[in-house]
């Protein structure tokens, strides 16, 4: 019997801490965070704008070095304070899917090469990347602009572009920064099933960062971050 | 997926343009080393084209090309009851500077050795050898004189019977070949303006003495004597152009010739050494440090377009790192972008020059090995060009460029 629960937890943080600059313009973004994602999980992370969720997600994706604190991946060390253990861009590839919290497309490619791009640069050959990436695109209802470049696109293609190259490399953890911010309902519940449908088959960890509380049902939990704390919100699918 | 030309599509006006800058410059540096070429060719064609084993000048001079060198034409004559020797011809070679139709026209005067050398070695455009003793001349195409012109060179008037390309002297100017009397009249013809002004100098400075005061008869023959003028000396020619016999031993003819005073006798070989030595050396180092300045010049041009373009391109570059993009992907995409920028624009400036380069005054010779040196020249300054767009590339911190 392997499930998931045997895996070691897709992310554990603990005693995180973030300060922005020093002296008087000293900002702590993140004061003493500890959570942990398991593989299969899908859990939503709530809380007022400037309150620190961006920074814990860049932190937690080799990103933004934290000033404190400790990050294990899927049961490997990754982050002793502000110190990478492994070359956090080669972790990232594999590891890692990132979808920001603006959509941030390469502006010279087109949405399908957007896409296949991340495949590419993890050594998948170009016709079999090209072929997963209009897979993906195709999932996310965008194919019929794959062929434009960003700036032909909404905002919210961009960001369900941007979601499927977050997915391309199939990663072990999922970290999305609103990434339904600019989606219509459906649309957005769409996104919400595919990180669903990712954590449940490939044992995925996924936190999403969202205003939406119409999403709430998918998550199997809630932290709530308010002035850089964490939270675990108890029994929300009862509320 | 190949991240340099999909960028550079996006960008393709700013692209063509930069790389037409580049083939702009890379033109220059092209134009300079063919200047260079064409500068020994010309300097050393006409030596090349005579065909002579031994040249015969005037004793311890280095001419007739570095330097004046006067023989009488009769050593001619010495020279060809030598043994060993099949041929000698005179030499005559001078700059002119004329006025024909109101524009200056320079030219170098070269005497043939009517009747044995009609110029039939020379290469024809169009028209003919010399076909009569006077008053015909072949022409250098540069000369713009079309066949069947006629100009008034002294007293007496030549028509241009055959026209040649690209035959020109060691300054440039443009060849023309007369018979080697017609050369010398030419060369030595004193206008009447001239000896009439002589004459009247003459009775000035003898009006002046106390004797012509005495004697006021003197002044008279002063005047009168116009054909004793001592303006015209002998004939003399440049050099003499010495064939030797099939299988004659060159050293025991020199020696022999070296047993006269008054002469200095060299090969061919040494001639155009004395050439390239003597004239061409400083043009070739001053066009040779020039190119040096201009290829480091480039260099410097292209890395800075590449950096200006890598700074273009830093949120790119940023969000490459973060989905994990490897250094090399990235020092691939600015390597091959600065090799395109060079590839092209060398390219550019092959092409340009085919157009350009011959309504040039002086020939430009684009030699193969050259063009393949300037490509490798190009092909390293690019990659040493994008070194600086490359390092600012790595240490670009991703999270500080992109708002993520
Ligand atoms: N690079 C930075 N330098 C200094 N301060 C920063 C920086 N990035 C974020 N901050 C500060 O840290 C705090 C947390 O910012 P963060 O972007 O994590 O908030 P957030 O929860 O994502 O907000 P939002 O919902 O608006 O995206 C804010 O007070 C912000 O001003
Ligand atoms: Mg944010």
């Known amino acids: 019997m392997s499930g998931p629960t045997e895996l070691p937890p897709a992310i554990d943080v603990s005693n995180l801490r973030k300060v922005y600059g020093s002296g008087h313009t000293e900002i702590v973004a993140i004061r003493d965070a500890t959570l942990q ?117 909404s905002g919210g293609e961009q960001q369900r572009v941007a979601v499927a190259r977050a997915l391309a490399n199939n990663p072990s953890l999922i970290l999305a920064d609103e990434p339904t911010a600019s989606l219509d309902g459906a649309l957005g519940r769409q996104v919400m099933e595919l990180f669903t449908k990712v954590a449940h088959e490939r044992h995925a960890g996924v936190l999403v960062v969202t205003h ?4 709430l049902d998918v998550f199997d939990r809630i932290l709530d971050v308010e002035d850089g704390r964490i939270q675990i919100r108890a029994n929300h699918k009862t509320q | 997926m190949n991240l340099a030309i999909r960028d550079i599509r996006h960008n393709a006006g700013r692209f063509v343009f930069t790389t037409v800058g580049i083939g702009m410059l890379l033109m220059l540096v092209m134009g300079m080393g063919g200047i260079y070429r064409g500068l020994i060719f010309e300097a050393t064609l006409l030596v090349d084209r005579v065909g002579a084993d031994l040249w015969v000048v005037q004793g311890s001079t280095r001419g007739p090309f570095a330097e004046i060198s006067r023989l009488p034409a009769n050593l001619e004559d010495r020279v060809r009851a030598v043994p060993g020797v099949a041929q000698a011809r005179r030499f005559v070679s001078h700059t002119i500077q004329r006025e024909h139709l109101g524009r200056p026209l320079r030219m170098v005067v070269q005497g043939l050795a009517w009747p044995d050398d009609r110029g039939e070695w020379v290469p024809l455009l169009a028209g003919r050898p010399l076909r009569q003793a006077h008053y015909e001349m072949i022409a250098d195409q540069s000369l713009r004189l079309p066949l069947g012109e006629k100009i008034k060179l002294g007293k007496d008037v030549y028509e241009v019977v055959g026209l040649t390309r690209g035959l020109v002297g060691t300054s440039g100017d443009g060849l023309t070949f007369f018979t080697a009397s017609d050369a010398l009249a030419i060369q030595f013809d004193v206008p009447g303006e001239a000896m009439r002004l002589e004459r009247a100098a003459r009775r000035a400075r003898v009006e002046a003495m106390d004797l012509g005061r005495l004697q006021p008869l003197l002044l008279d023959r002063a005047a009168g004597l116009s054909s004793g003028i001592p303006a015209l000396a002998a004939p003399q020619v440049s050099a003499i152009l010495v064939t030797l016999q099939p299988g004659a031993n060159e050293a025991a003819v020199r020696d022999i010739l070296r047993t006269w005073p008054d002469i200095t006798v060299y090969s061919t070989q040494e001639q155009k050494d004395l050439l390239l030595a ?56 600015i390597l091959q972008q600065a090799l395109f920028m060079g590839v092209f624009g060398f390219g550019l400036a092959w092409w340009m020059g085919l157009y350009l380069f011959p309504h040039f005054p002086r020939l430009v010779l684009i030699a193969n090995a050259d063009l393949i040196s300037l490509g490798l020249i190009v092909i390293v300054i690019s990659t040493l060009a994008s070194f600086l767009g490359i390092w600012k590339a790595l240490t670009i911190e991703p999270n500080t460029v992109l708002a993520v």
């Open chain 1, 37 to 153: 994602i398991n593989r299969g999980e899908v859990v939503g992370l709530f809380g007022p704008s400037g309150s620190g969720k961006s920074t814990l997600l860049t932190a937690m994706a080799l990103i933004n070095p934290p000033t404190s604190g400790h990050i294990v991946i899927g049961g490997q060390p990754v982050m002793d304070g502000p110190r990478a253990m492994v070359d956090a861009r080669s972790f990232r590839r594999q590891n890692i899917g990132f979808v920001f919290q603006k959509p941030n497309l390469i502006p010279f490619l087109t949405a399908l090469e957007n896409v296949q791009v991340a495949l590419e640069i993890n050594d998948t050959p170009a016709k079999k990347a090209r072929e997963r990436a209009l897979e993906l695109l195709e999932y996310l209802s965008v194919h019929p602009r794959a062929d434009n470049l960003p700036v032909a696109l």
């Open chain 1, 212 to 215: 939406d509380a119409r999403t």
């Open chain 2, 278 to 333: 003597g004239m061409v050396d400083k043009a070739r180092r001053q066009l040779g440090l020039f190119r040096g300045l201009l290829i480091m010049i480039s260099t410097i041009i292209i890395a800075l377009i590449i950096y200006t373009l890598t700074l273009d391109k830093i949120r790119d570059i940023a969000l490459l790192k973060l989905i994990g993009a490897r250094n090399t992907v990235i020092g691939g995409l």
